[in-house]
């Protein structure tokens, strides 16, 4: 038998064993129950981070469905300062190839999440992996690739997160780049390795693909004739923009200086713009055009009628000095148009009166196109309430109103389609077809065509002329202001306007050329063949000749 000293030590171990059961299960109790929200989120600083990404961004095509913005993945560095393995390598490390890191670093000692360096290249990355920094792990993220590079003032450009920050990227960003995907990730605790586990805990949406009116091999084409003209002349900038009359499709819009949106780091941010529309100028003898537009109109004029242009160079009307750049004397309004003489057209600017206000707005200047695109300028027209003795005269041959090279193209349509002037676009989507609004009468729109052909035929304008189809148009050279705010012989816009033809098949070209080093040229001699060249390349891609 179990004396009773030998039962007191048994009930005492007991007592002991159970005690010590009691304060293990308050000990688990505490830890798994009253305290696991303090250790599961420990445990999520050391071994997790959450992190949000967008879906890959729907590309971008172009009119005959080829890719000019698709998705193309980066690789980017990160480190997670509140669990550091070895700092003292990882400060060494960041201290010789990323300082800007370390300062970081210095400032959120406890981040959970840090970004050493985004969209690296190849040999970043491979200089990394030797290196074999524990603390630094890559992550793999969305990016952007544009295909074809002189588009980047059209299509525009995404940040450093995949975010639309000029052209259409930025207008159609929140289409283009759907809704962010929420995911916690965690690494192993022995490799350290990111990935070990991958929980989603928001699904994101897909983007929506766009597809543009901009034909890519038609912009390239463009560009390129763009670029040697610019090159041949030492111009600081150029523009062309070439659309549809009849229903406002814009097929290229072409601009230097520009930048390949591909670069990672852009310097000068101005470099993406599209100054078809961004920029107005004073565009000078091509808004002759729409004085005689207008002058027929309200039947002031007829094309015949003579005008006394009193064959000298420097003339006075309404006591007002100017020059034009050649001797004539009699010419019928269509002959003013035709060699772009300023004492006919401040001639008939002044029987015009404030008539010529009215057309210019009726045409579209200063006022919206109904197009839609970052940056986009209104332009203006001196307003009769606010003119000098000199506002009549310089209207007439161009000063006193600024535009962009958008609405020239759309004010030049009127001649093209009947008298309309159509809303430009670049997204192909369906929509209902609004009916035409006609601004002025046939007859009128009539006469305006065959002095815009004359113009080519035998006016300022021959180098425009190709054989085989129909080509309207009209030359513009205009001074531009200096630093002084007077306008410098030194510094010149040329401009063209035209209009190609052949059956059903119209387009409108505005070229556009801007201080060339040289400066006896005009219009006709640096515009007006870069408009017959690019027209030339097109009629070959369009299978129009």
Not at 247 to 258: C, H, K, L, V, W
Not at 330 to 349: F, V
Not at 479 to 501: C, H, M, Q, V, W
Not at 508 to 531: C, G, N, Q
Request: proline residues 6%; hydrophobic residues 40%.
């Amino acid at each position: 038998m179990i004396n009773k000293t030998a039962k007191i030590r048994l009930t005492i171990v007991a007592l002991a064993f159970l005690g010590l059961f009691v304060i293990i299960a308050i000990h688990l109790y505490l830890l798994q129950i009253t305290k696991h929200p303090f250790f599961s989120t420990l445990g999520n600083q050391q071994y997790g981070v959450t992190i949000k990404t967008l879906p890959p961004r729907a590309p971008i095509f172009d009119l005959h469905n080829k890719l000019i913005a698709t998705e193309k993945p980066v690789m980017s560095i990160f480190i997670t300062p509140n669990s550091l393995k070895d700092r003292e390598t990882l400060v060494n490390f960041l201290s010789h190839y990323y300082p800007h890191a370390l300062t970081k670093l210095a400032a959120h000692p406890q981040a959970h999440f840090m970004y050493v360096a985004r969209n690296i290249t190849d040999a970043e990355l491979a200089s990394i992996a030797d290196l074999n920094v524990p603390d630094v792990f890559v992550l793999e993220e969305p990016g952007r690739y544009y295909p074809i590079t002189c588009l980047g003032t059209v299509v525009g450009k995404t940040d450093i997160d995949n975010k639309g920050i000029s052209g259409i990227e930025l207008l159609y960003n929140a289409q283009l780049a759907g809704t962010p995907t929420t995911t916690h990730i965690e690494k192993d605790a022995r490799s350290g390795r990111y990935y070990f586990n991958k929980k989603t805990i928001t699904t994101g949406s897909m983007g929506k693909p766009l597809h543009l009116t901009i034909d890519s091999t038609l912009q390239f084409l463009a560009y390129e004739e763009l670029k040697e003209t610019i090159e041949k002349f030492n111009a600081k900038e150029g523009s062309v923009i070439i659309m549809d009359p009849v229903s406002g499709a814009i097929y290229a819009m072409a601009t230097i200086p520009d930048v390949d949106p591909n670069t990672s780091k852009i310097e000068d941010m101005s470099l993406l713009k599209n100054r078809v529309v961004t920029e107005t100028y004073e565009l000078g003898s091509v808004m002759k055009t729409f004085l005689a537009l207008a002058a027929l109109e309200e039947k002031i004029y007829t094309p015949e009628d003579i005008i006394d242009c009193e064959n000298k160079k420097i003339g006075y009307v309404n006591g007002m000095k100017f020059s034009t750049w050649k001797e004539h004397g009699d010419l019928t309004l269509s002959q003013i148009i035709e060699y772009s003489n300023n004492i006919g057209t401040a001639k008939i600017a002044q029987k015009l009166g404030t008539k010529l206000y009215d057309h210019y707005v009726r045409c579209g200047f200063g006022q919206p196109t109904g197009f839609t695109f970052p940056g986009q300028q209104r332009g203006y027209v001196t307003h009769p309430k606010t003119w000098s003795k000199a506002s009549l005269n310089s209207l007439s041959f161009g000063y006193e109103n600024r535009a962009t090279l958008l609405q020239l193209a759309r004010a030049f349509s009127l001649f093209a389609n009947g008298g309309y002037l159509p809303t430009p676009y670049l997204v192909n989507s369906p929509s209902t077809p609004i009916a035409p609004k006609f601004l002025y009468s046939p007859e009128t729109i009539t006469q305006m065509r065959t002095i815009l052909e004359k113009t080519c035929t035998q006016g300022t304008a021959h180098a425009a002329t190709i054989p085989g189809v129909t080509v309207l148009g009209k030359t513009g050279t205009a001074r531009l202001l200096d630093e002084t705010g007077t306008y410098s012989p030194l510094k010149n816009i040329y401009t063209f306007a035209g209009i190609i033809e052949k059956g059903p098949y119209k387009r409108v070209i505005v070229t556009f050329i801007k201080e060339a080093s040289r400066h006896d040229l005009y219009a006709s001699t640096v515009a007006a063949p870069l408009f017959e060249r690019i027209a030339q390349k097109m009629l070959i891609h369009d299978n129009v000749i």
